[in-house]
T-cell receptor, first 110, second 118 residues
């Protein structure tokens, strides 16, 4: 079945460090791919998405490229801030429902 | 515009009791989803409503779970009787209906209800 695998956390980085969170997927159809973020005490928010191969989603300095050949959708940011501390979820959708990875907790220290 | 709201934010009950979770989607959103995250596991899809109809309930774990969406507005998820393994965070999400063939739309999530079964 459809599934998402993302790197285990927690990830701890210093402010201004480069961030990569790996995400790979398995899908029978042609999925849309998403990164959701959950800040402490809040619900999940869409961070970015890509709906077809080679699309790049971007938002708030974060980027991810839909790589069909490697079935990946890695999240990157060039310079993280303390305010980026949150849990990040990679997800896919073929029809309606979202299939999520386990989430990666990110802590950015000053 | 108000977002998706869920009530209660936390619930602690004993095994065998009944709990009802409520979700109010964004006004006008026909699609409503329930998800659950058990500690240390992925967020798992439970079911999907289109207005008041259950479109997909393939993720419902067993018949102790009953979801309703009377009138196509808010939804309730009842667990009866609750078991220890039902503990987790229950998320609700909604989005607007889109035309067939269009790309998958963003889902808007509520803050979740944390359920603890003792």
């Amino acid at each position: 079945g459809d599934s998402v695998t993302q790197m285990e956390g927690p990830v701890t980085l210093s402010e201004e460090a480069f961030l990569t969170i790996n995400c790979t997927y398995t899908a029978t159809g042609y999925p849309s791919l998403f990164w959701y973020v959950q800040y402490p005490g809040e619900g999940l928010q869409l961070l970015l998405k890509a709906t077809k191969a080679d699309d790049k989603g971007s938002n708030k300095g974060f980027e991810a490229t839909y790589r069909k050949e490697t079935t990946s959708f890695h999240l990157e940011k060039g310079s993280v801030q303390v305010s980026d501390s949150a849990v990040y979820f990679c997800a896919l959708s073929v029809k309606y429902a979202l299939n999520f990875g386990k989430g990666t907790s990110l802590l950015v220290t000053p | 515009e108000a977002g998706v709201t869920q009530f209660p934010s936390h619930s602690v009950i004993e095994k065998g009791q009944t709990v009802t979770l409520r979700c109010d989607p964004i006004s006008g959103h026909d699609n409503l989803y329930w998800y659950r995250r058990v500690m240390g596991k992925e967020i798992k899809f439970l079911l999907h409503f289109v207005k008041e109809s259950k479109q997909d309930e393939s993720g419902m774990p067993n018949n102790r779970f009953l979801a309703e969406r009377t009138g196509g507005t808010y939804s309730t998820l009842k667990v009866q009787p609750a078991e220890l393994e039902d503990s987790g965070v229950y998320f609700c999400a909604s989005n607007a209906r889109y035309q067939a063939g269009a790309t998958t739309g963003e889902q808007f999530f509520g803050p979740g209800t944390r359920l603890t079964v003792l």
